[in-house]
């Protein structure tokens, strides 16, 4: 009975969380998103950086928890605007895996450089003797996001 309780207490504090989050950190960052470059596209460059660069089209679509037919659309869309390639097995030409390219590195390194500063307000207003605290819950989120979304 604990255990229920307790994924009920988390369920709320998520439910509490998530307007927070959206104003101070989703709708800051997608403002700064360049025209043609949605949340969509965004994410799948940063999941194939994390990824080495290169996934076949299911691995990403498992990845970003999109149905297949979806990732299509978006591959063609990055291909498109030249932030991905697809390269073909040479085993099996039924296999096609999205690579990412250069322009998408220096893309995700320029946001990052440029843009990123959009939290910079957000994260001074943190008093200084929370930030350890702040960073490692950021940490503790990253890990186990990243844990829950790695296909099985």
């Not at 949340?39 to 691995?59: A, F, K, V």
């Not at 096609?96 to 207003?125: D, M, V």
């Amino acid at each position: 009975m604990e255990d229920k309780k307790r994924l009920y207490q988390m369920q709320e504090t998520l439910l509490l969380l998530l307007p927070y989050w959206n104003y101070q950190i989703t709708r800051p960052f997608k403002h700064l998103l360049d025209e043609g470059v949605s949340l969509e596209m965004y994410y799948c460059i940063q999941t194939l950086r994390s990824q080495n660069g290169i996934l076949t089209m299911s691995e990403l679509a498992r990845w970003m928890q999109m149905p297949k037919h979806q990732m299509t659309k978006m591959a063609n869309r990055m291909v498109e605007n030249g932030f991905a390639s697809r390269v073909y097995d040479p085993a099996d030409r039924r296999v096609i895996r999205l690579q990412i390219t250069e322009k998408a590195e220096e893309y995700a390194a320029h946001f990052l450089k440029e843009n990123a500063g959009c939290f910079q307000e957000l994260l001074e207003r943190i008093p200084r003797d929370q930030w350890e605290e702040f960073d490692a819950a950021l940490q503790s989120l990253f890990h186990i996001l990243y844990d829950l979304s790695s296909p099985q």
